[in-house]
């Protein structure tokens, strides 16, 4: 067999045709996850007390729930992008990975990537200007 193996609940054989793979939805949102902070300006989903914002998105990681569907995965993410950044831009960009992480780690043939932007996280400058 060539290529990445299957998975989800069909699973894939082995090559000694012994057994099968299934790679549970939890390890699908932490390499989801894991792709998504790997995007520039993308950000984590920080926590939020009745819709207050609590803490910095940076330090938190993005929130994700994942379906494996034998080999295809429906992914939702929720993360924050750094302003001023282009939305379109950053989403593509974190779609795009997603998609790759996936099909690369875990054999995902298809993702469907649901992205929701939940904040905007002001830039800091690395050094502050005295006037």
């Known amino acids: 067999m060539n290529g990445p193996p299957t998975t989800g609940e069909t699973g894939s054989r082995n090559a000694g045709g012994a057994g099968r793979l299934r790679i549970a939805d939890r390890v699908i949102e932490k390499i989801a996850g894991q792709a998504a902070r790997e995007v520039d300006r993308a950000g984590g989903a920080g926590r939020r007390v009745l819709g207050v914002a609590v803490g910095s ?75």
Do not use: F, K, Y
């Not at 993702?111 to 002001?122: K, N, P």
């Open 57 to 131: 998105g940076d330090t938190a990681p993005p929130r994700v729930q994942a379906r494996m569907h034998g080999d295809v995965a429906t992914v939702s993410i929720d993360l924050s992008v750094a302003w001023p950044a282009p939305l379109r831009e950053v989403t593509v960009q974190v779609r795009q990975r997603v998609t790759e992480r996936l099909a690369e780690l875990a054999g995902v043939r298809q993702a469907q990537v649901d992205i929701r932007v939940i904040a905007l996280v002001a830039d800091t400058p690395t050094e502050r200007r005295v006037s």
